[in-house]
């Protein structure tokens, strides 16, 4: 299924929107809140490390032989183990590029 035209910019705006009133909403929702109760508060750090696994497990998880890269598994379970034992999710991120970039010119 392709789009073209019309259809693709009927997306984009749809898309757009959505994402314009999800953001309006927390915005909307935090004013009449003074305080943000404890459980919401502790759910919501888990927003990042979930966005990032997200972003990133799709990527590492090869889901054909043809698109398994070592260098990839290797540097996402690096990751992995830093994101264990920092907590931060800037490690995370620049410990797996690096990882990356020495694996893939190791392997």
């Excluded at 915005?27 to 990042?48: I, K, Q, Y």
């Amino acid at each position: 299924m392709s789009l073209a035209g019309l259809d693709l910019w009927l997306v984009i705006l749809a898309a757009g929107l959505g994402t314009f009133l999800i953001r309006l909403s927390f915005f909307l929702l935090f004013e009449r809140v003074d305080t943000v109760p404890t459980r919401v508060r502790w759910a919501l750090s888990f927003v990042p490390p979930a966005v990032l696994a997200a972003l990133v497990a799709p990527d590492i998880v090869a889901l054909s032989p043809e698109s398994f890269s070592p260098a990839r598994l290797l540097a996402g379970l690096f990751a992995v183990a830093v994101a264990w034992r920092t907590e931060s999710v800037l490690a995370t991120i620049v410990s797996g590029l690096v990882a990356l970039v020495v694996f893939q010119t190791v392997l």
